[in-house]
């Protein structure tokens, strides 16, 4: 089974119905639930979220959703190491260089995002929601 990293981009991009970025984000979360690749995020990707969800949705609405995105993805520590390699990167995005480092940290093969510029010294592939699904 293939294990990926999603950002935080494509899962507001399913979670919200971004128009024109939600059926790539909703094919991948359905490859998931078939059980044919692995879909791996950061718990700094949990927070993120339920910052967001909770400016369009309450409290109660906001931990439903997540709870269910809970059910298709494996959750990844963002421990010391990773904060530690993320200050001592190049990367300009510092949100961006601890989901890169958390995915590295882990041994995930793969990064999956809308962001690509951001992750131009990448040491695994990253690539959009529509390029890994095609």
Known sequence: ???IFVDTDVILDLLLQRHSFYIHAAQLFTLADKGQIKINISSLSFSNLHYLLSKQYNRVESRRILSQLKTLVVVLS???KVISL???SDFTDFEDA???FTAINNDVPMLITRNLK???TAAIP???PAAFLS
Request: hydrophobic share 40%; aromatic share 12%; charged share 20%.
């Open 1 to 3: 089974m293939t294990s």
């Open 118 to 120: 951001d992750y131009k």
């Open 78 to 80: 963002v421990d010391d």
């Open 126 to 128: 990253v690539l959009s």
């Open 98 to 100: 601890i989901q890169y």
């Open 86 to 88: 993320a200050l001592n």
